[in-house]
Protein backbone atom coordinates (compact mmCIF):
# COMPACT_ATOMS: atom_id res chain seq x y z
CA UNK A 1 0.00 0.00 0.00
CA UNK A 2 2.67 2.62 -1.23
CA UNK A 3 0.83 6.11 -1.40
CA UNK A 4 0.89 7.31 -4.86
CA UNK A 5 2.71 10.26 -6.47
CA UNK A 6 1.86 13.19 -6.61
CA UNK A 7 3.90 16.83 -7.22
CA UNK A 8 4.72 18.59 -3.62
CA UNK A 9 3.79 21.61 -5.14
CA UNK A 10 2.20 22.85 -8.56
CA UNK A 11 1.30 27.11 -8.90
CA UNK A 12 -0.33 29.37 -11.26
CA UNK A 13 -1.46 32.81 -11.83
CA UNK A 14 -5.36 33.89 -11.42
CA UNK A 15 -7.20 32.93 -14.82
CA UNK A 16 -4.40 30.21 -15.77
CA UNK A 17 -4.48 26.48 -15.47
CA UNK A 18 -2.80 23.90 -13.67
CA UNK A 19 -2.54 20.29 -14.00
CA UNK A 20 -2.22 17.91 -10.64
CA UNK A 21 -0.64 14.25 -11.36
CA UNK A 22 -1.58 11.01 -9.58
CA UNK A 23 0.70 8.23 -10.53
CA UNK A 24 0.06 4.43 -9.20
CA UNK A 25 0.15 1.12 -10.32
CA UNK A 26 -1.94 -1.33 -12.30
CA UNK A 27 -2.63 -2.50 -8.89
CA UNK A 28 -4.83 0.94 -7.96
CA UNK A 29 -4.86 4.26 -10.75
CA UNK A 30 -4.23 1.66 -13.59
CA UNK A 31 -6.97 -1.35 -12.46
CA UNK A 32 -9.97 1.00 -11.59
CA UNK A 33 -11.79 3.69 -12.06
CA UNK A 34 -12.40 4.75 -8.86
CA UNK A 35 -9.81 7.51 -8.44
CA UNK A 36 -11.14 10.64 -6.54
CA UNK A 37 -10.14 13.94 -5.52
CA UNK A 38 -10.18 16.23 -2.07
CA UNK A 39 -9.75 19.88 -1.77
CA UNK A 40 -8.15 20.63 2.04
CA UNK A 41 -7.99 24.02 3.08
CA UNK A 42 -5.88 24.91 6.38
CA UNK A 43 -7.30 23.56 9.18
CA UNK A 44 -10.82 22.72 7.46
CA UNK A 45 -11.65 19.14 6.53
CA UNK A 46 -11.41 17.54 3.22
CA UNK A 47 -13.91 17.72 0.27
CA UNK A 48 -14.62 16.08 -2.78
CA UNK A 49 -14.27 17.44 -5.94
CA UNK A 50 -13.67 14.46 -8.89
CA UNK A 51 -14.92 11.18 -8.16
CA UNK A 52 -14.99 8.12 -10.64
CA UNK A 53 -12.08 9.30 -12.56
CA UNK A 54 -14.16 12.58 -14.19
CA UNK A 55 -17.24 13.36 -12.23
CA UNK A 56 -18.30 15.85 -10.26
CA UNK A 57 -20.64 16.65 -7.43
CA UNK A 58 -23.23 19.01 -7.01
CA UNK A 59 -21.84 22.36 -6.30
CA UNK A 60 -18.21 22.21 -7.83
CA UNK A 61 -17.14 24.67 -10.51
CA UNK A 62 -16.76 22.97 -13.45
CA UNK A 63 -13.30 24.64 -13.54
CA UNK A 64 -11.96 21.48 -11.75
CA UNK A 65 -11.92 18.28 -13.92
CA UNK A 66 -10.97 14.71 -13.42
CA UNK A 67 -8.85 12.42 -16.27
CA UNK A 68 -6.68 8.97 -16.28
CA UNK A 69 -4.31 7.13 -18.87
CA UNK A 70 -2.66 4.27 -17.47
CA UNK A 71 -1.53 4.29 -14.43
CA UNK A 72 -1.80 8.21 -14.06
CA UNK A 73 -4.47 10.25 -13.36
CA UNK A 74 -4.64 14.25 -13.21
CA UNK A 75 -6.49 16.65 -12.06
CA UNK A 76 -6.83 19.98 -13.84
CA UNK A 77 -8.03 23.37 -12.04
CA UNK A 78 -8.68 25.85 -14.74
CA UNK A 79 -9.32 29.92 -14.20
CA UNK A 80 -7.25 29.68 -11.31
CA UNK A 81 -9.28 31.73 -8.52
CA UNK A 82 -7.92 32.52 -4.90
CA UNK A 83 -9.89 30.79 -3.13
CA UNK A 84 -8.13 27.46 -4.82
CA UNK A 85 -5.43 27.91 -3.21
CA UNK A 86 -4.60 24.70 -1.10
CA UNK A 87 -4.01 20.86 -0.47
CA UNK A 88 -5.17 18.84 -2.92
CA UNK A 89 -5.43 14.69 -2.61
CA UNK A 90 -6.20 12.31 -5.14
CA UNK A 91 -7.44 8.58 -4.08
CA UNK A 92 -7.87 5.52 -5.52
CA UNK A 93 -9.09 1.97 -4.92
CA UNK A 94 -6.70 -0.52 -4.68
CA UNK A 95 -8.25 -3.88 -4.75
CA UNK A 96 -9.87 -6.27 -1.87
CA UNK A 97 -11.60 -3.62 0.40
CA UNK A 98 -8.39 -1.16 0.50
CA UNK A 99 -7.51 2.62 -1.04
CA UNK A 100 -4.83 4.57 -1.41
CA UNK A 101 -3.97 8.22 -0.98
CA UNK A 102 -1.50 10.50 -3.09
CA UNK A 103 1.03 11.78 -1.17
CA UNK A 104 -0.78 15.61 -1.75
CA UNK A 105 0.50 18.83 -3.83
CA UNK A 106 -0.03 22.51 -2.17
CA UNK A 107 -1.33 24.37 -5.05
CA UNK A 108 -0.36 28.17 -5.03
CA UNK A 109 -1.93 30.86 -6.71
CA UNK A 110 0.51 33.40 -7.55
CA UNK B 1 -27.95 18.70 7.19
CA UNK B 2 -25.68 15.37 6.61
CA UNK B 3 -22.94 15.50 9.49
CA UNK B 4 -20.69 13.70 10.83
CA UNK B 5 -19.36 14.74 14.58
CA UNK B 6 -16.32 12.71 15.76
CA UNK B 7 -14.97 12.12 19.09
CA UNK B 8 -13.03 10.38 21.86
CA UNK B 9 -9.37 11.62 20.81
CA UNK B 10 -7.48 12.16 23.75
CA UNK B 11 -3.67 11.81 25.07
CA UNK B 12 -2.81 8.02 25.22
CA UNK B 13 0.41 6.58 26.22
CA UNK B 14 1.77 4.23 23.79
CA UNK B 15 0.94 0.57 24.23
CA UNK B 16 -2.31 1.88 25.37
CA UNK B 17 -5.90 1.93 23.67
CA UNK B 18 -8.64 4.08 22.42
CA UNK B 19 -12.28 4.05 20.85
CA UNK B 20 -13.36 6.25 18.42
CA UNK B 21 -17.05 7.48 17.69
CA UNK B 22 -18.51 9.03 14.94
CA UNK B 23 -22.57 10.59 15.51
CA UNK B 24 -23.90 10.86 12.17
CA UNK B 25 -27.32 12.71 11.16
CA UNK B 26 -29.26 13.90 8.22
CA UNK B 27 -29.08 10.58 6.13
CA UNK B 28 -29.40 7.35 6.82
CA UNK B 29 -26.21 5.37 8.22
CA UNK B 30 -27.09 1.93 7.26
CA UNK B 31 -27.19 2.95 3.72
CA UNK B 32 -23.83 3.70 3.27
CA UNK B 33 -20.42 2.20 3.56
CA UNK B 34 -18.01 4.46 6.31
CA UNK B 35 -14.66 5.15 6.53
CA UNK B 36 -11.80 6.12 8.66
CA UNK B 37 -8.95 8.63 7.35
CA UNK B 38 -6.51 9.98 9.02
CA UNK B 39 -3.63 13.19 9.02
CA UNK B 40 -0.57 13.07 11.07
CA UNK B 41 0.82 16.44 12.26
CA UNK B 42 2.35 18.31 8.72
CA UNK B 43 1.84 15.03 6.48
CA UNK B 44 -0.76 14.08 3.89
CA UNK B 45 -4.13 12.23 4.53
CA UNK B 46 -3.73 8.49 4.84
CA UNK B 47 -6.81 5.83 4.53
CA UNK B 48 -7.21 4.02 7.74
CA UNK B 49 -10.39 1.59 7.03
CA UNK B 50 -13.68 1.01 5.44
CA UNK B 51 -17.08 -0.87 6.21
CA UNK B 52 -19.90 -2.09 4.61
CA UNK B 53 -23.52 -0.81 4.86
CA UNK B 54 -23.87 -3.97 7.74
CA UNK B 55 -20.51 -4.21 9.49
CA UNK B 56 -19.94 -7.78 7.32
CA UNK B 57 -16.73 -6.65 5.33
CA UNK B 58 -14.00 -4.50 6.73
CA UNK B 59 -10.76 -3.33 5.25
CA UNK B 60 -7.74 -1.83 7.07
CA UNK B 61 -4.22 -0.50 5.76
CA UNK B 62 -1.29 -2.05 6.58
CA UNK B 63 -0.16 0.11 8.99
CA UNK B 64 -3.35 -0.63 11.76
CA UNK B 65 -4.09 -4.41 10.48
CA UNK B 66 -4.47 -6.31 13.59
CA UNK B 67 -4.24 -3.26 15.84
CA UNK B 68 -7.47 -1.38 14.86
CA UNK B 69 -11.22 -2.35 14.31
CA UNK B 70 -13.51 -0.44 12.93
CA UNK B 71 -17.24 -0.87 13.61
CA UNK B 72 -20.81 0.38 13.38
CA UNK B 73 -23.88 0.40 14.95
CA UNK B 74 -26.91 1.69 12.25
CA UNK B 75 -30.03 1.70 15.23
CA UNK B 76 -27.33 4.39 16.90
CA UNK B 77 -26.32 5.79 13.36
CA UNK B 78 -22.47 5.64 15.32
CA UNK B 79 -19.44 4.50 13.23
CA UNK B 80 -16.59 3.28 15.81
CA UNK B 81 -12.61 2.81 15.70
CA UNK B 82 -10.81 0.98 18.02
CA UNK B 83 -7.54 1.42 18.70
CA UNK B 84 -4.98 -0.74 20.43
CA UNK B 85 -1.30 -1.39 20.73
CA UNK B 86 -1.31 2.53 20.04
CA UNK B 87 2.23 3.92 18.78
CA UNK B 88 3.74 7.20 18.46
CA UNK B 89 3.36 7.15 14.49
CA UNK B 90 -0.50 6.63 14.88
CA UNK B 91 -0.56 10.36 16.20
CA UNK B 92 -3.02 12.68 13.93
CA UNK B 93 -6.41 14.02 13.22
CA UNK B 94 -8.71 11.15 12.75
CA UNK B 95 -11.77 11.95 10.17
CA UNK B 96 -15.35 9.34 9.96
CA UNK B 97 -16.39 9.90 5.92
CA UNK B 98 -18.99 8.59 4.32
CA UNK B 99 -18.88 6.73 0.84
CA UNK B 100 -21.44 8.95 -0.87
CA UNK B 101 -20.88 7.72 -3.97
CA UNK B 102 -18.28 4.88 -5.54
CA UNK B 103 -15.12 5.94 -3.99
CA UNK B 104 -15.90 9.24 -3.24
CA UNK B 105 -15.56 10.05 0.41
CA UNK B 106 -17.71 12.64 1.09
CA UNK B 107 -18.79 14.48 3.80
CA UNK B 108 -16.15 14.69 6.39
CA UNK B 109 -16.67 15.30 9.55
CA UNK B 110 -13.89 18.01 12.03
CA UNK B 111 -12.19 15.33 12.93
CA UNK B 112 -10.42 14.41 16.28
CA UNK B 113 -7.12 14.49 17.53
CA UNK B 114 -5.64 11.21 18.25
CA UNK B 115 -1.74 11.84 20.45
CA UNK B 116 0.08 9.29 21.79
CA UNK B 117 3.07 9.76 23.55
CA UNK B 118 4.81 9.50 27.08
Known amino acids: QSALTQPPSASGSPGQSVTISCTGT?????????VSWYQQHPGKAPKLIIY???KRPSGVPDRFSGSKSGHTASLTVSGLQAEDEADYYCKSYAGSNNFVFGTGTEVTVL | EVQLVESGGDLVQPGGSLRLSCAAS????????MHWVRRAPGKGLVWVSRINVDGSGTGYADSVKGRFTISRDNAKNTLYLQMNSLRAEDTAVYYC???????????WGQGTLVTVSS
Open chain 1, 52 to 54: EVS
Open chain 2, 26 to 33: GFTLSNYW
Open chain 2, 97 to 107: VREAVPGGLDP
Open chain 1, 26 to 34: SSDVGGYNY
